[in-house]
């Protein structure tokens, strides 16, 4: 299956850091269907091996193992190409099409491609302005998709407008809207140990179940992303795309079948029956944060006021923990605690799903309930947490201690691990859609954070300050104290 991919924002961070390394590991791995063209667009002129510079120097910003060799530049080069666009400019999406019409020999196919996928990983307010000139020049045609990056707007109101635009040139069939987390392993994971076994799921209730907690801790301050972090804010960059997607992965009901249109139903059930917050709700149970100074892994780093391209005294949120509850039988009354930050102790995330302790606990020092860890990252892994008696002489059955069942995914099929980017772009080239989010989940998305934002404008407080390299400020973990639980790591 031939395939064109096109890069709206080409030389933009998001395409040179993580695109075009993950489009080089499916290369590598062989997994790029033969007949492949690759076109970045960017407002600057540029040659076709100017750009290829530019990206192999790039790559020396990339982790050393995934990055080429020589040769193995000089062959993935021959895929990429590069062409001036203006945007606004209408004959230039005539060009475009032109380009992906009329193919050259010498670019390695001299036929249209079976499908051209269209990449905005441009600035979300361009989204509806290329989606329009797409489609007044006949690039919405049943061969096109269109990947849209995240952030998909900045409040319910202007995602709906995107949306709006989106639908109007392209069927939903069409429109691949990414959320990278769903491309992690530990994600297909989770969904293979919920649906490909029986084990867990009659114990994947109220019943049975105490507390969920979703972290996505970063230990990286905001670098040089200064000035759109604090247009956005942990809770829009983090928290109403990728720990919703989490949390909908762990709450849905069994899909009728693997088809993208019955999970992405099931996900959106699980938006819909979130408790809703209310002002008084948000002052209870969302606590919002702002990295001062501190150290983060023996090194001193600058509190957020200080980071370039920051504006003086913003209160913009870095951290964000909160609790829900998903209404419906499967989960009334569990709480949900959602936490996610930049400068905490570590980069780490994953999902606890804490067991009810014992009804009746006959061993003596007994503390300690089951749990499951689902690993995201920096390891991708499941960890099951039982009670065994440590057998040692003369302590009988008091002796009981903590031991876990290690599955390390990355151990147990090296060859198989695929990094998110790798894979999404793989599926939006294959046109596999389950991995991706249909337009009325983000929409209820942002539905469900919108009084937070509302709530926020009102409030006189500002983010509570935490000591970069802590897990955030003491309200996050007195939130969960407050229902007699505690954070993983306080355990
Ligand atoms: C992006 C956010 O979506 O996800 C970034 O915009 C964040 O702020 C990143 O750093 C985290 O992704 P990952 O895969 O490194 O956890």
């Not at 249209?112 to 797409?134: G, K, W």
């Not at 080239?429 to 937070?452: H, K, M, T």
Request: aromatic share 10%.
């Amino acid at each position: 299956m031939s395939f064109d991919l096109v890069f709206f924002g080409g030389t933009g961070d998001l395409t040179w850091r993580k695109l075009m390394p993950a489009l080089f590991q499916a290369f590598r791995h062989g997994k790029l269907p033969a007949g492949g063209r690759i076109l970045a667009v960017a407002r600057e002129e540029r040659s076709d091996d100017n750009y290829r510079d530019f990206i192999r120097q790039r790559f020396d910003e990339v982790e050393p193992a995934k990055r080429p060799s020589d040769e193995e530049f000089a062959r993935f080069a021959q895929l990429l190409h590069y062409r001036q666009m203006d945007l606004s400019k209408p004959d230039h999406y005539a060009r475009l099409k032109r380009w992906l019409d009329e193919p050259k020999a010498e670019e390695g196919r001299a036929t249209p491609a079976d499908t051209a996928v269209l990449y905005l990983a441009t600035s979300p307010h361009l989204f509806p302005v290329i989606c329009e000139q797409l489609g007044a020049v006949g690039l919405n045609h049943d061969r096109v998709r269109v990947v849209l990056e995240k952030p998909l707007g900045h409040d319910l109101q202007s995602a709906r407008e995107i949306n709006a635009v989106v639908r109007s040139v392209f069927k939903e069939a069409q429109a691949f809207r990414i959320d990278h987390y769903l491309g992690k392993p530990a994600v297909q994971n989770l969904a293979a140990l919920r649906f490909g076994n029986a084990l867990f799921e009659p114990l994947w209730r109220r019943e049975s179940i105490a507390n969920i907690q979703i972290t996505i801790a970063e230990s990286l301050g905001v670098g040089t992303r200064g000035d759109f972090y604090d247009r956005t804010g942990a809770l829009r960059d983090m928290v109403q795309n990728h720990a919703l997607q989490l949390l909908t992965m762990i709450a849905m009901e069994p899909p009728p079948t693997a088809d993208a249109y019955a999970i992405r139903d099931e996900k959106l059930k699980v938006l819909k029956s979130l408790k809703p917050f209310t002002p008084e709700s948000v002052q209870r149970d969302v606590v919002r944060g702002q990295y001062r100074a501190g150290s983060v892994g023996g090194q001193s780093v600058p509190g957020y006021l200080d980071e370039a391209k920051v504006p003086a005294g913003s209160r913009c949120e870095t951290f964000v923990a909160l609790r829900t509850e998903v209404q419906n039988w499967r989960w009334a009354g569990v709480p949900f605690y959602l936490r996610t930050g930049k400068r905490l102790a570590s980069r780490e995330a994953h999902i606890v799903v804490n067991f009810r302790p014992v009804p009746h606990p006959i061993f003596a020092g007994m503390s300690n309930a089951n749990k499951l860890v689902i690993k995201l990252q920096p390891e991708d892994g499941l960890e099951l947490h039982l009670m065994a008696a440590k057998g040692s002489v003369g302590s009988g059955s008091e002796a009981l201690s903590p031991v876990s069942l290690d599955l390390d995914f990355d151990k147990a099929f090296p060859s198989e691990r695929v990094g998110a980017y790798e894979r999404l772009l793989l599926d939006a080239i294959a046109g596999r859609l389950n991995l991706f989010v249909r337009s009325d989940e983000q929409e209820q998305a942002w539905a469900w954070v919108e009084p937070i934002l509302q709530a926020w404008k009102q409030d006189t407080q500002g983010p509570r300050p935490y000591v970069a390299g802590s897990w955030g400020p003491p309200a996050a973990s007195a939130l969960v104290a407050r229902d007699g639980f505690m954070w993983d790591e306080e355990q």
